[in-house]
Nanobody, 121 residues
Framework: QVQLVESGGGLLQAGGSLRLSCSASGRTFSSYKMGWFRQAPGKEREFVARISTSGVMKYYADSVKGRFTISRDNAKNTVYLQMNSLKPEDPAVYSC??????????????WGQGTRVTVST
């Protein structure tokens, strides 16, 4: 069992930066692939980024590529999402998720409650 708690959301101006954190409980954090997802009001949840168990492999949605960076610190059981050059279309509830170690497995088993990011124009 893994429990995930996100933090770091808030209100920013367009063009600003924000770093989200996701802290995981349990001693097996390093065995999970981690992902970030977001859901805006009235829209379906969409994939943002994922990172392999070691942190070597990373993959981003086209909409955030070059602006967002995912990273993890297995010693701290934490995964991060650095968000730069925020755009008006970025506001959403951002959630982290833990999935199997398989890089191509699209399923995520554990989900956090999410943290809200709001961007003012």
């Amino acid at each position: 069992q893994v429990q995930l708690v996100e933090s770091g959301g808030g209100l920013l101006q367009a063009g600003g930066s924000l770093r989200l954190s996701c802290s995981a409980s349990g001693r097996t954090f390093s065995s999970y692939k981690m992902g970030w997802f977001r859901q805006a009001p009235g829209k379906e949840r969409e994939f943002v980024a994922r990172i392999s168990t070691s942190g070597v492999m990373k993959y981003y949605a086209d909409s955030v590529k070059g602006r967002f960076t995912i990273s993890r610190d297995n010693a701290k059981n934490t995964v991060y999402l650095q968000m730069n050059s925020l755009k008006p279309e970025d506001p959403a509830v951002y959630s982290c998720a833990a999935g199997s170690s398989s890089w191509y497995d699209p399923e995520y088993t554990y989900w956090g409650q999410g943290t809200r990011v709001t961007v003012s124009t």
